[in-house]
């Protein structure tokens, strides 16, 4: 069954405008292989009845020009329809009102990244982030050390338990006008008279 229908919008002045698209049975016709429900495609036909804009997709450019070639694909355009293309590397486009004119984009730089720029990684560099390990930079700083990773120097010095003994058994020397309370054999005392 074929539904010819005329949609028509009430202007603010009374008036009523002809809506043009297609037609609404091509919009409601399911099929098998259509995943869009009832709802959706009312949606759709509202979305139109209120002016609402509708991308359209082609597979090329001149699939676009040829499609626009045709009067009454060309009435169905509203200014600023966007008009996407498939296919990769074109641009794609939006209706002003008369012709197609192309959507300006940021163009993406494509060149290897610097210091202080973004961009793409070299693949020297590549290469080397592939082959660091999993997690090689989770270093965690040990609490303790081993003497041995330790470089002394004139100012950093290790002693050794000898030689701490060694200290420890000096004698303490002692320079005061009265005697030193708690002095071990060996310490020494200068009296101060």
């Not at 509202?46 to 997709?57: D, M, N, T």
């Not at 197609?100 to 060149?111: A, M, R």
């Not at 290790?158 to 030193?180: C, R, Y």
Request: charged letters at 25%; aromatic letters at 8%.
């Amino acid at each position: 069954m074929d539904l010819n229908v005329k949609l028509k919008q009430r202007l603010p002045n009374g008036d009523y405008v002809t809506l043009n698209f297609e037609t609404l049975a091509e919009l409601v016709k399911m099929s098998a292989t259509d995943p869009t429900t009832i709802a959706e495609k009312l949606a759709l036909i509202e979305a139109i009845a209120k002016g609402a804009s509708v991308p359209k997709v082609f597979n090329t450019v001149a699939e676009l020009d040829a499609w626009i070639g045709v009067a009454a694909n060309k009435a169905t355009l509203k200014v600023g329809d966007n008009l996407y293309i498939k296919a990769k590397d074109v641009p794609d486009y939006w209706w002003d009102g008369t012709a197609k004119q192309e959507l300006e984009v940021q163009k993406i730089i494509l060149s290897n990244a610097t210091a202080s720029l973004d961009g793409l990684m070299s693949k020297e560099d590549y290469t080397k982030l592939r082959d660091i390990a999993p997690n090689a930079n989770n270093y965690t700083h040990p609490i303790n050390h081993a003497a041995t990773v330790i470089t002394e120097d004139a100012n950093h010095r290790f002693v050794t338990d000898q030689e701490k003994a060694e200290w420890k058994g000096k004698a303490n020397i002692t320079v005061s006008a009265t005697q030193p309370a708690n002095q071990n054999t060996g310490d020494m005392w200068f009296q101060i008279v």
